[in-house]
């Protein structure tokens, strides 16, 4: 039994949900200024509200998995990566208080909270991306250690990429708005989807060359033979799932395009892994090198196996009983 590759499949999973279930109310918020009336923010806020803090589960996971399981590699990229995480932090709190104070406020003081909610969710996804593309970018290590200055993480490739998550987790929203809501509201969720999809389309396309273009060993991967004839099915697939979601967006089918947008992100996130393996930091630290002894992952891997099924059980729980519509005299019916 190979501990090292159960917890790279454990926190793989535990980022991919992570980035489902907390990208589409991120997206809520990066889309909420552009709401036409505070009745509409009222109600988006309310799709959202049972959610977003169970959501954020997955992301404490995934942190204290990669302690536990790889402490090498979380030293060297908590150490790469401290601003850019700290500001997510400070922005996902900032977030939560204003779920807590919008509805209490005044009206004099809730344009306050839709500020802290729109620009901490927008300040969480960009932080995000630019996360992502700094480690995919190669986060220089030397003796095991971080070598790098405080701002090693900054530079055009990561700024794009945070915000090509933005564009991402905003057609989350907008297709969860889709699924939740109705009427006019809904109405401007399928007009917002139609413009966002292939605007992510081409971010995608854009990361993917960029990426290719910038580390060969990543374009040997991708377009070296044999690998190229079962690697170019990604793309492809892409490409299918983008058409089926705009075929439900043109013809107002409401559940589809949710799915098919969080397919999409499986679908990067598939080639993301194929372009970083076996490296967790890439180009530096494999994650066999980065592991913690086997006494201490199989350790903790008991105490995973035993908690999580409350976590799965509780987050299931949540959505069933949250799972119709929402309006905004009467929150979920």
């Known amino acids: 039994m190979d501990l090292v590759l159960i917890w790279v499949v454990i926190i793989a999973v535990g980022v991919m949900v992570y980035v489902v279930l907390d990208g589409f109310d991120l997206g809520v918020g990066i889309l909420f200024p552009l709401a036409g009336s505070d009745r509409h923010r009222d109600t988006m806020m309310l799709s959202v509200t049972p959610f977003w803090d169970g959501n954020e589960t997955w992301l404490i996971l995934g942190g204290a998995g990669l302690l536990a399981a790889f402490p090498k590699a979380y030293a060297v990229l908590l150490s790469a990566l401290y601003l850019p995480l700290m500001l997510m932090l400070i922005a996902l709190i900032l977030r939560g208080v204003s779920f807590e104070f919008r509805f209490k406020a005044d009206e004099s003081h809730r344009i306050l909270w839709d500020i802290s909610f729109s620009v901490g969710s927008s300040l969480a996804a960009f932080c995000q991306g630019v996360t992502l593309g700094a480690v995919v970018q190669g986060i220089p290590v030397e003796a095991g250690s971080y070598s790098g200055g405080p701002f090693g993480w900054l530079s055009p490739f990561s700024i794009f990429t945070g915000l090509a998550v933005m564009t991402g987790y905003a057609l989350l929203g907008a297709t969860w708005l889709i699924r939740k809501t109705e009427d006019d509201l809904q109405q401007w969720a399928y007009r917002v989807a139609k413009i966002i999809l292939p605007l992510l389309l081409c971010f995608i396309l854009l990361v993917s060359v960029w990426t290719a273009w910038a580390e060969q060993d990543i374009a040997n991967r991708w377009f070296s033979l044999p690998n190229f004839y079962w690697l170019s099915q990604v793309p492809l697939a892409t490409l299918l799932l983008a058409g089926g979601a705009w075929y439900c967006l043109v013809k107002r ?81």
Do not use: C
């Not at 397919?263 to 930091?281: E, N, T």
């Not at 994650?287 to 059980?313: K, Y």
């Open 253 to 333: 089918i409401q559940g589809p395009p949710f799915l098919l947008s969080v397919a999409l992100f499986l679908l990067a996130y598939i080639g993301l892994v194929i372009s970083i393996w076996p490296y967790i930091v890439p180009r530096a630290i494999t994650f066999w090198e980065a592991a913690s002894p086997p006494e201490s992952q199989l350790f903790v891997l008991i105490g995973f196996a035993i908690f999580m099924p409350f976590v799965i059980g509780y987050t299931i729980m949540g959505y069933r009983i949250f799972g119709g519509k929402v309006n905004e005299s009467d929150g979920y019916h």
